[in-house]
């Protein structure tokens, strides 16, 4: 067989085969058990699936015979030397890129949307190969993760459960506008297409623009961005009145609105008017701290962004300039100290990571920085399960593996709940009852 159809084969086996081959009744046996994050985990038990779903969680290595519904020839899969838990979630990830600086501006200019296209199927892969089965893809340029998501909801491509926002709305100007600092007749073609936000009829416009293509959630930006290639800074960029007719038309669908922000004047307007989420959230103070709790929002920490900035400086120095070069090492220096408040006044935290900025597929990594920076093992899990899937809408679906649940699930050597490091080497992952993973 020729090496390249070889490669192909091998791929194709990995990532479908298992799935293909799925019983309709599969037993797991687990050496520990988390399946319900915040609670003690479990011992020695036994996960039974029907159908790509839980059914049952029971004590001990029980085998087909000793349980009444379940036939003779199910699956088994042993996971009696590893800890179990459930599919991890990350709610702030953008599929279509691992680039990052100049090297991300100037592929925008020479790449085509099948590139973007075939790199976001990668970087979906990556993403359930390390654990994480749903994630929340928070903006592209080119509706390409609403195609990804669909065809892999229809199983043609192997990736984690998507929930897109289709295009970020931003203001003209704004950290999201992609003509930022281009010259006249470069900014005129990157601005096709775009869909932004200026005065209150354009922002209901932005809206619904999102609605009709079929987004799961509205990504907003209220505030200036580390990456923005301009010089205006990180304090809000939207009008108290555009920032509530985006979140009151976004509700009117029943769409959810996750906010970027980093300035605290940004994240206040955001919390006011009814935000679900806040991203980033670099600079909050008692008075956002107050709204967090008051309006039950959560907090998306994405400290992994520094991770990102780290390395390509690392491998080339010159990778960012000028103000984005300023902002990225003042992020560098602020990072964590929004999570350490935030947390010790009990704001609800979510998980997500802006993977993208950081790489694909070291997601996990976040755990270590979110323990670093106040979190326990325990409550950085819970995070990346139950919270996130409550921010998500999907809190009766995923984050937790209890009768119904989606059979979403990962094996680690080592105990997490000790040592959360040990997420960012999975060992096996299942998601809706397929194997990916083995």
């Known amino acids: 067989m020729h090496p390249i159809r070889s490669i192909l084969a091998a791929?194709?086996?990995?990532?479908?085969?298992?799935?293909?081959?799925?019983?309709?009744w599969t037993l797991v046996h687990a050496g520990r058990l988390l399946d319900q994050p915040g609670q003690p985990a479990r011992g020695a038990s036994t996960l039974v699936i029907h159908d790509g779903r839980v059914v049952s969680v029971q004590d001990g290595f029980v085998g087909a015979d000793a349980l009444a519904a379940v036939p003779d020839d199910a699956r088994v899969i042993d996971q009696r030397q590893r800890f179990v838990l459930p599919g991890l979630i990350d709610a702030h990830v953008h599929l279509t890129s691992d680039l990052g600086g100049q090297e991300a501006l100037v592929s925008e200019f020479t790449n085509d949307i099948a590139d973007h296209a075939y790199e976001a199927a990668l970087n979906a892969r990556k993403t359930l190969a390390a654990g994480f089965t749903t994630v929340r893809?928070?903006?592209?340029?080119?509706?390409?993760?609403?195609?990804?998501?669909?065809?892999?909801?229809?199983?043609?491509?192997?990736g984690p459960r998507i929930l897109d926002a289709g295009r970020t709305?931003?203001?003209?100007?704004?950290?999201?506008?992609?003509?930022?600092?281009?010259?006249?007749?470069?900014?005129?073609?990157?601005?096709?297409?775009?869909?932004?936000?200026d005065g209150v009829e354009s922002c209901r416009r932005a809206v619904r623009e999102q609605v009709a293509r079929g987004v799961d959630v509205i990504k907003?930006?209220?505030?200036?961005?580390?990456?923005?290639?301009?010089?205006?800074?990180?304090?809000?960029?939207?009008?108290?009145?555009?920032?509530?007719?985006?979140?009151?038309?976004?509700?009117?669908?029943?769409?959810?609105?996750?906010?970027?922000?980093?300035?605290?004047d940004g994240i206040l307007v955001a919390l006011k008017h009814?935000?679900?989420?806040?991203?980033?959230?670099?600079?909050?103070?008692?008075?956002?701290?107050?709204?967090?709790?008051?309006?039950?929002?959560?907090?998306?920490?994405?400290?992994?962004?520094?991770?990102?900035?780290?390395?390509?400086?690392?491998?080339?120095?010159?990778?960012?300039?000028?103000?984005?070069?300023?902002?990225?090492?003042?992020?560098?220096?602020?990072?964590?100290?929004?999570?350490?408040?935030?947390?010790?006044?009990?704001?609800?935290?979510?998980f997500g990571t802006d993977a993208g900025v950081s790489k694909h597929?070291?997601?996990?990594?976040?755990?270590?920085?979110?323990?670093?920076?106040?979190?326990?093992?325990?409550?950085?899990?819970?995070?990346?399960?139950?919270?996130?899937?409550?921010?998500?809408?999907?809190?009766?679906?995923?984050?937790?593996?209890?009768?119904?649940?989606?059979?979403?699930?990962?094996?680690?050597?080592?105990?997490?709940?000790?040592?959360?490091?040990?997420?960012?080497q999975v060992r096996f992952v299942m998601k809706g009852g397929?194997?990916?993973v083995p």
């Open 11 to 24: 791929s194709v086996a990995l990532f479908f085969g298992a799935a293909a081959a799925a019983s309709d």
């Open 169 to 197: 709305i931003s203001a003209t100007a704004g950290h999201a506008d992609p003509g930022l600092g281009l010259n006249e007749s470069v900014r005129e073609l990157a601005m096709r297409g775009r869909v932004m936000c």
């Open 274 to 350: 009814g935000a679900a989420s806040v991203e980033h959230g670099t600079l909050m103070d008692r008075d956002s701290i107050a709204l967090f709790k008051q309006h039950g929002a959560y907090y998306v920490p994405t400290l992994s962004t520094v991770n990102g900035y780290k390395a390509r400086l690392a491998a080339n120095p010159a990778a960012y300039t000028g103000e984005v070069l300023k902002k990225i090492r003042w992020r560098i220096d602020i990072t964590g100290k929004s999570l350490r408040a935030a947390h010790a006044a009990g704001v609800k935290i979510a």
């Open 361 to 424: 597929g070291r997601n996990a990594d976040e755990f270590e920085l979110m323990v670093e920076h106040g979190m326990s093992p325990a409550e950085a899990i819970h995070a990346a399960t139950v919270n996130a899937a409550d921010l998500l809408g999907l809190a009766n679906e995923i984050g937790r593996l209890a009768p119904g649940f989606a059979a979403d699930l990962i094996a680690v050597d080592g105990d997490p709940l000790a040592d959360v490091t040990t997420l960012q």
């Open 137 to 158: 893809n928070l903006g592209d340029s080119d509706y390409i993760t609403l195609s990804l998501r669909d065809a892999i909801a229809a199983g043609k491509l192997p």
């Open 220 to 264: 907003i930006t209220t505030t200036g961005g580390v990456n923005s290639r301009i010089g205006a800074g990180l304090g809000v960029q939207l009008f108290d009145d555009e920032v509530k007719t985006l979140v009151d038309t976004a509700t009117m669908y029943g769409k959810k609105v996750a906010v970027h922000a980093h300035g605290n």
């Open 434 to 436: 397929d194997v990916f």
